[in-house]
């Protein structure tokens, strides 16, 4: 059974990551998919929320398991009996990146191979950063993200009349 693991902090998931997601289950029996809890960023999301929208948003992909996981990357793909890491790129700038954490997981384990995934063209400037600060300037996102992901973002960002959000950032410390 070919296995991969998809791994992101997801906060929130995108439809450039339902994208990527979409495509890595069809080129593998299963793909788990991992919720980062402990990235060294501060978060909007906790990690319950995250996986909440995450399953929701993957609900329709059979073949796909959502999981939360801590420590190196390479270990959870290791445990979960994965031979592969799946990486999304959507410009140059993540290749450069990408290709570092490639490199560093196949020190620690070089039986697992990285995949990288070409965003697609729709997707190629979205990333979760991008979603939350359209979000917070009130710019429509309903085409950028699962309804769960737009109604948990404007519950998360909701602006009182007196103009103070009451916005709670997760930090990594929590």
Not at 8 to 13: G, K, L, V
Not at 41 to 60: I, P, Q
Request: a negative charge.
């Amino acid at each position: 059974m070919q296995i991969a693991v998809y791994p992101a902090t997801f906060d929130p998931i995108t439809n450039g990551h339902i994208d990527i997601a979409k495509r890595a289950s069809s080129l593998f029996d299963k793909l788990i998919v991992g919720v980062y809890d402990r990235p060294m960023k501060s978060l909007l999301f906790s990690t319950e929320e995250r996986l909440v929208m995450t399953r929701a948003a993957l609900a329709h992909l059979g073949n796909i398991e959502v999981k939360k996981y801590s420590g190196l990357t390479v270990n959870f793909a290791r445990d979960e009996g994965a031979g592969y890491i799946v990486r999304g790129l959507r410009a140059l700038s993540d290749f450069e990146w990408e290709l570092q954490l490639s490199l560093a997981n196949s020190s620690l384990d070089s039986s697992i191979e990285t995949i990288c995934l070409m965003a697609s063209q729709e997707h190629s400037f979205l990333s979760s950063s991008i979603l939350k600060e359209i979000a917070l300037n009130n710019g429509s996102i309903d085409h950028l993200a699962p309804a769960i992901v737009v109604e948990s973002l404007r519950n998360k960002l909701l602006v009182d009349s007196s103009g103070n959000s009451n916005i709670k950032i997760v930090s990594v410390r929590d």
